[in-house]
């Protein structure tokens, strides 16, 4: 009803809608772009998967990126370069002991900024805090679900946290309507897709949020540090963490044996136990690649269409190494035909070193010279020579009478009478056909 409301409708047009949008209420503005936002996200995930997004370098982000082996495929004999093959171990699942990690690290930052907040705004923020409550009151909580039907023969776990903090003591003017959660698997990490609050109520259930778990840790560290000594205070930052993570799984058992059970089932490179793998094996192109483009096009030619598109790719390893490269598959038959390519190239550039030879300046071409240094013809030069070369009456210099008489010859003024002659005849005619002197004659009858 918005879309109709502004015109749109028929055949698509981002333009056209992106101007349209611009005359709605602007509670209806943010409701439609964040739609569109959403759908143009899953469509570019798609395509992405699918291998049929075209952009520019891609980073392959994981939890763990391991380099396992590197193999010189080719040698350049025209200038010695290296092409390699390069294998990576990616491993994009998350620990419980991680989101752990993470929902006490928000809880302590939180708590630092109330402490470091003004006090004596404190009650003019209570108005702000009231209507934020009321905003967001229909948005999900963060913490860990578990699915309400059973998926692939089991019911799967997930941390899902809000992308916009719906704590009223928060100092974010961002309101989202739709209550966007960002999703998280101990078996295929981050989720580039948020899922809406409605949708997350609608098929999973909550087992912990993450409120809970924050209060329940700020609980323990109030009641140890009431009892502990001076010198227990001062332990570091790490044994606090792993206390964190003890309390949590003593606390929540089930919770953190589903998550741990998710994780381990799933570190494998194929589907197991209805969970997707963990764990997978990337091959990158590097080093000179452009002499071997076409070998790697054959190579993957009848492979699928995931597969089949060479896309250049970047990664950092856990070691701190970048790597850029074209994403190349690592199966056995992939890796054959791409070979046997290569010999084709190496074959075909084999002698190219005497190719390049130093060769002396030629000389300089004097025709090429004059036009590089002759000044190109405008119209204004080339009507200001024209006129130049053409004499006015008034200047030209009288020729001597001697001259012209000695010149003269008898048929040559005999012409000259003949042309002034007819010359009289015709202004004779052209005086009788005037047409002032043709009305004058009438004039005069």
Known sequence: NALNDVGLGGEPNVKKFLNRIAGLEVL???????????????????????????????????????????????????CGAKTELTRLMIDRGVSFNFIVETIAADDKIAAD?????????????????????????????????????????????????????NDASSDSNLDDPLGLMVITRPNTGKNPCERTSKDLRDKYDILVSSEDIAHHLRSVNNEESDADSEEKKSDNDEDKTHDAISVVRKNWKKVAGLWDEAYDNSNFKNHNDGLAPRISEVGLITGAVLHILPALEKAVQIMSSAQRSLRVMRVQTDLGRRIVGIKFPVTHDAIERLMVNMSGVSNARQGLMSAF???????????????????????????????????????????????????????????KKRKQESTKSQTKKAKNSNISSFFGKKNSW
């Open 28 to 78: 209806r503005q943010r409701l439609v772009f964040s739609l569109f936002m959403s759908t143009l996200d899953d469509v570019i995930t798609d395509a992405k998967a699918t291998g049929e997004f075209e952009g520019s370098v891609e980073d392959i982000k994981a939890t763990s990126i391991e380099l396992k082996s590197e193999q010189v495929i080719a040698t350049d004999s025209s």
């Open 113 to 165: 900024d109330k402490q470091n907040g003004d006090v004596e705004m404190a009650g003019e923020k209570d108005d702000d805090a009231t209507e934020k409550k009321e905003s967001h009151r229909k948005q999900a909580k963060s913490g860990f679900y578990i699915s309400k039907r059973k998926i692939a023969g089991r019911r799967l776990v997930m941390f899902a946290q809000q992308k916009v903090s």
């Open 357 to 415: 030879v130093d060769e002396p300046f030629s000389p300089i071409s004097d025709k090429a010279m004059k036009w590089a240094t002759t000044e190109r013809k405008t119209m204004k030069s080339f009507f200001g020579a024209a006129a130049a070369s053409k004499p006015s009456s008034s200047t030209a210099p009288p020729k001597p009478a001697n001259a012209s008489n000695s010149t003269k010859n008898p048929t040559t003024t005999k012409e």
